[in-house]
């Protein structure tokens, strides 16, 4: 009998589905983000601004430090910036 | 974790600069960002630890912008992104799985840092859990979609394209009309994704 795997089975699909989010046309994303695309954006730009910090004071204490790396746990935003 | 030895002032024969990618990076469109987003959520999906997409968008941010990982010429700045942020959640899978091992067993085999038996690695049970409330979740997605959910059967089973519409009987046009329903349900659902 076949052993059932499934997260290779997840893998492959969400793989096909990170496809299908890069190939939406700026059209599709906008027609279903609608109103929220802007605080959408804004917040993405929020991430972005924090891992130029980190990123900064990563090379500030040097890369083996490791400082801010996802096993130090979440931080990147406060919790109300977390939105899912 | 590894760091290859590439700075960010320095580009190498297989990749753009850190600049460069940075420069992209600050230059991404509102869809873009709202990709980024997505993508971040889809991948993080799951995660123990209270890790989240936002987390995982700035692990990644960082590494390209500290020269960690090379921007290959001739990929797209938001799949290369994307591909960077898999890397991360399993890298951060395996971490996890690794440390669990020790904390049970310090005294058997696995301590002497000999790499994970990939056999096992599949079979963490919760990592297994995660894949499987996964899979129903996208099933659960797209269950008013009769194409889609038989697009997804084949994908998961590692199916391409024109084996997916020989399988199933799809045609090559109700294939491609379904994964643009597809797209499209994904990005409307896309604020119920991340939470396991």
Same mark, same amino acid.
Request: net charge neutral; charged share 25%.
């Given at each position: 009998m076949?052993r059932?795997?499934?997260r @290779?089975?997840?893998?492959?699909? #969400?793989?096909a589905l990170s496809?299908? @989010?890069?190939?939406?046309?700026?059209g599709?994303? !906008?027609?279903?983000h609608? !109103?929220? #695309?802007?605080?959408?954006? !804004?917040?993405?730009?929020l991430? @972005?601004?924090a891992a !130029?910090a980190d990123?900064?004071?990563?090379?500030?204490v040097?890369?083996?430090?490791?400082l801010?790396s996802l096993?130090?746990?979440?931080?990147r #935003?406060?919790?109300?910036?977390?939105r899912? | 974790m590894?760091?290859s030895?590439?700075t960010?002032e320095?580009?190498?024969?297989?990749?753009?600069?850190?600049a460069d990618?940075a $420069?992209?990076?600050q230059?991404l469109?509102e869809t873009?960002?709202?990709?980024?987003k997505a993508?971040?959520?889809?991948?993080s999906?799951?995660?123990p630890? +209270?890790?989240g997409?936002a987390?995982?968008?700035n692990?990644?941010?960082v590494r390209? =912008?500290?020269?960690?990982?090379?921007?290959?010429?001739g990929?797209?700045?938001v799949?290369?992104?994307?591909?960077?942020?898999?890397s /991360?959640c399993?890298?951060?899978?395996r971490?996890v799985?690794?440390e669990q091992r =020790?904390?049970?067993?310090?005294?058997?085999? +696995?301590?002497? +840092?000999?790499?994970v038996?990939?056999?096992?690695e599949?079979?963490?049970?919760e990592r297994m859990?995660?894949?499987?409330?996964g899979?129903?979740e /996208?099933f659960?997605?797209?269950?008013?979609?009769?194409?889609?959910l038989? /697009?997804?059967?084949?994908l998961?089973?590692?199916?391409?394209a $024109?084996?997916i519409?020989?399988?199933?009987?799809? $045609?090559a =046009?109700?294939?491609?009309?379904?994964?643009?329903r597809?797209?499209r349900?994904? =990005?409307?659902?896309q604020?119920?994704?991340?939470?396991p």
């Amino acid at each position: 009998m076949t052993r059932w795997h499934p997260r @290779i089975e997840l893998a492959r699909v #969400l793989e096909a589905l990170s496809e299908d @989010i890069i190939a939406a046309s700026d059209g599709e994303v !906008r027609e279903m983000h609608g !109103r929220a #695309l802007a605080s959408t954006s !804004r917040e993405v730009k929020l991430v @972005i601004k924090a891992a !130029r910090a980190d990123e900064g004071s990563r090379a500030m204490v040097g890369a083996d430090a490791e400082l801010g790396s996802l096993s130090a746990g979440p931080k990147r #935003l406060p919790p109300h910036q977390q939105r899912h | 974790m590894e760091r290859s030895t590439v700075t960010s002032e320095v580009g190498s024969a297989a990749g753009r600069t850190a600049a460069d990618a940075a $420069s992209a990076i600050q230059a991404l469109s509102e869809t873009d960002l709202v990709r980024l987003k997505a993508l971040a959520q889809l991948w993080s999906r799951g995660l123990p630890g +209270g890790i989240g997409w936002a987390d995982v968008l700035n692990e990644a941010i960082v590494r390209v =912008l500290d020269g960690s990982r090379v921007w290959p010429f001739g990929v797209p700045i938001v799949a290369f992104l994307s591909g960077v942020m898999r890397s /991360i959640c399993d890298d951060y899978w395996r971490r996890v799985r690794h440390e669990q091992r =020790l904390l049970v067993s310090r005294d058997e085999h +696995g301590r002497d +840092g000999s790499p994970v038996d990939p056999i096992d690695e599949l079979a963490d049970p919760e990592r297994m859990a995660v894949a499987v409330a996964g899979l129903a979740e /996208i099933f659960r997605l797209f269950a008013a979609d009769p194409v889609a959910l038989k /697009i997804i059967d084949g994908l998961a089973n590692g199916l391409v394209a $024109s084996d997916i519409c020989r399988a199933y009987g799809i $045609s090559a =046009l109700d294939y491609d009309t379904a994964r643009r329903r597809m797209r499209r349900t994904l =990005l409307r659902h896309q604020r119920n994704w991340s939470a396991p």
